[in-house]
């Protein structure tokens, strides 16, 4: 279905229907492994004529969600996992093995700020974290060893939006792979393989799942880093369950649907922030696609307000360790995302007690704008 636009893919991506019977929706394959009828049947299994053996390696419905994502995203190919922690960590193995070096951004989500500076190492990967605001540092920190550029396409909390045309050119001139999550954008706002972007990846707890019902990850890029991936992710054990794949398939079928209204709901809210004399900075990305800019807003208040007191007086809007359900949530950097951070790491990334996250649902606009105005005014020192 390549020559169909995002949302007509995005809903007519099923299963063969001959094998689901012409269920309107696919069913839920909920078994560890599949039976054979004799020797003859098992053997084909390993010659590639019947797919599946055991669900740690494949899955109907995990493979669904690979695909769907991999088609939105156009991309070779795809695969599914547990979180977005392990589609990271199965990504960076396909790129890079014991003695090698990858370039990290600075200013990534604080979990993966965290695989990457204390976990890689016991795998015998070297890290760099540098600026990618400044591409001349990425250059500088590539070296002989160097196999891979990690960065996100908006940042977190700050919503930086990465140059990724010049990121692909300075992976192309010195021939290395490029790997960007897309948490944040989703691919109805940005697809970074089109872009040349070697791999990409997604947290689908957040937008592709969108209904804070499931954890899950997804990996997506070239067949053959993609097929790497797919025999850690077995070995590993990073598996996604068929369950939690057909939650985040049902709820990716909305995706643009959300993406669209949650973004207008952010441009309104930030724009009504900004002209908030309590609201210091309002962080908001200037230009993300044609389709809009993302629905994640971040604000820093001014001194005057007493942060407890704003939390305390949201009402309906609730405080959430995590982002891009279709409700209106707010989180708190410095006690959740980035908790792990040092202060001298916090102060480099400009993270202070002032500077809240919000994830913009798809309640009414003016609801959510009126919600937040009282709640700063309610917490005027
Ligand atoms: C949440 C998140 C992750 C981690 O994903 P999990 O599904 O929680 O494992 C990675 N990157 C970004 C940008 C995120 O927001």
Same mark, same amino acid.
């Given at each position: 279905m390549a020559h169909t636009s995002f949302d007509t893919k995005l809903v007519h991506q099923k299963l063969d229907q001959k094998e689901v019977h012409n269920s309107k929706s696919t069913p839920i394959y909920q078994s560890s492994a599949f039976t054979f009828e004799d020797l003859d049947h098992l053997e084909s299994y390993y010659e590639g004529?019947?797919?599946?053996?055991y669900s740690r390696e494949k899955n109907p419905n995990t493979e669904e969600l690979g695909k769907t994502i991999a088609n939105l995203e156009r991309a070779e190919a795809g695969v599914a996992t547990s979180s977005g922690m392990s589609a990271i960590l199965a990504g960076i193995l396909a790129a890079a093995k014991p003695g090698d070096h990858i370039v990290a951004a600075e200013d990534l989500y604080g979990g993966s700020h965290k695989l990457i500076t204390k976990e890689l190492g016991t795998f015998g990967i070297e890290v760099s974290i540098v600026s990618f605001r400044d591409f001349d540092q990425v250059k500088h920190s590539i070296k002989e060893n160097t196999k891979l550029l990690y960065t996100e396409?908006?940042?977190?909390?700050?919503?930086r939006v990465e140059d990724l045309e010049k990121l692909v050119e300075i992976a192309e001139e010195f021939n290395v792979k490029t790997m960007v999550d897309n948490t944040f954008a989703t691919p109805y706002l940005l697809q970074p393989c089109t872009k040349g972007v070697d791999l990409v990846v997604h947290s689908a707890t957040k937008y592709i799942g969108g209904h804070s019902d499931v954890t899950s990850g997804v990996l997506v890029g070239t067949k053959d880093l993609i097929d790497t991936a797919k025999q850690k992710i077995i070995t590993l054990g990073a598996n996604l369950s068929p369950f939690e794949a057909w939650l985040t398939q049902r709820g990716a079928k909305t995706l643009g649907l959300r993406m669209k209204q949650q973004s207008h709901n952010a441009e309104s809210l930030a724009a009504a922030l900004n002209y908030n004399? !309590?609201?210091?900075t309002v962080y908001y990305p200037?230009?993300?696609?044609d389709r809009g800019n993302g629905a994640i807003v971040t604000i820093e208040l001014e001194e005057t307000i007493d942060i407890p007191m704003f939390f305390k007086s949201l009402g309906w809007i609730k405080i959430a360790p995590t982002l891009a359900g279709v409700e209106t949530t707010v989180s708190y950097p410095v006690r959740?995302?980035?908790?792990? !951070?040092?202060q001298e790491e916090l102060e480099k990334i400009g993270i202070n007690d002032s500077i809240i996250r919000l994830s913009v649902g798809i309640e009414d606009e003016s609801d959510i704008i009126d919600q937040f105005k009282q709640a700063i005014h309610k917490a005027i020192k």
């Amino acid at each position: 279905m390549a020559h169909t636009s995002f949302d007509t893919k995005l809903v007519h991506q099923k299963l063969d229907q001959k094998e689901v019977h012409n269920s309107k929706s696919t069913p839920i394959y909920q078994s560890s492994a599949f039976t054979f009828e004799d020797l003859d049947h098992l053997e084909s299994y390993y010659e590639g004529d019947s797919p599946y053996l055991y669900s740690r390696e494949k899955n109907p419905n995990t493979e669904e969600l690979g695909k769907t994502i991999a088609n939105l995203e156009r991309a070779e190919a795809g695969v599914a996992t547990s979180s977005g922690m392990s589609a990271i960590l199965a990504g960076i193995l396909a790129a890079a093995k014991p003695g090698d070096h990858i370039v990290a951004a600075e200013d990534l989500y604080g979990g993966s700020h965290k695989l990457i500076t204390k976990e890689l190492g016991t795998f015998g990967i070297e890290v760099s974290i540098v600026s990618f605001r400044d591409f001349d540092q990425v250059k500088h920190s590539i070296k002989e060893n160097t196999k891979l550029l990690y960065t996100e396409s908006i940042s977190n909390p700050f919503l930086r939006v990465e140059d990724l045309e010049k990121l692909v050119e300075i992976a192309e001139e010195f021939n290395v792979k490029t790997m960007v999550d897309n948490t944040f954008a989703t691919p109805y706002l940005l697809q970074p393989c089109t872009k040349g972007v070697d791999l990409v990846v997604h947290s689908a707890t957040k937008y592709i799942g969108g209904h804070s019902d499931v954890t899950s990850g997804v990996l997506v890029g070239t067949k053959d880093l993609i097929d790497t991936a797919k025999q850690k992710i077995i070995t590993l054990g990073a598996n996604l369950s068929p369950f939690e794949a057909w939650l985040t398939q049902r709820g990716a079928k909305t995706l643009g649907l959300r993406m669209k209204q949650q973004s207008h709901n952010a441009e309104s809210l930030a724009a009504a922030l900004n002209y908030n004399k !309590l609201v210091k900075t309002v962080y908001y990305p200037e230009f993300v696609s044609d389709r809009g800019n993302g629905a994640i807003v971040t604000i820093e208040l001014e001194e005057t307000i007493d942060i407890p007191m704003f939390f305390k007086s949201l009402g309906w809007i609730k405080i959430a360790p995590t982002l891009a359900g279709v409700e209106t949530t707010v989180s708190y950097p410095v006690r959740t995302s980035h908790r792990a !951070l040092s202060q001298e790491e916090l102060e480099k990334i400009g993270i202070n007690d002032s500077i809240i996250r919000l994830s913009v649902g798809i309640e009414d606009e003016s609801d959510i704008i009126d919600q937040f105005k009282q709640a700063i005014h309610k917490a005027i020192k």
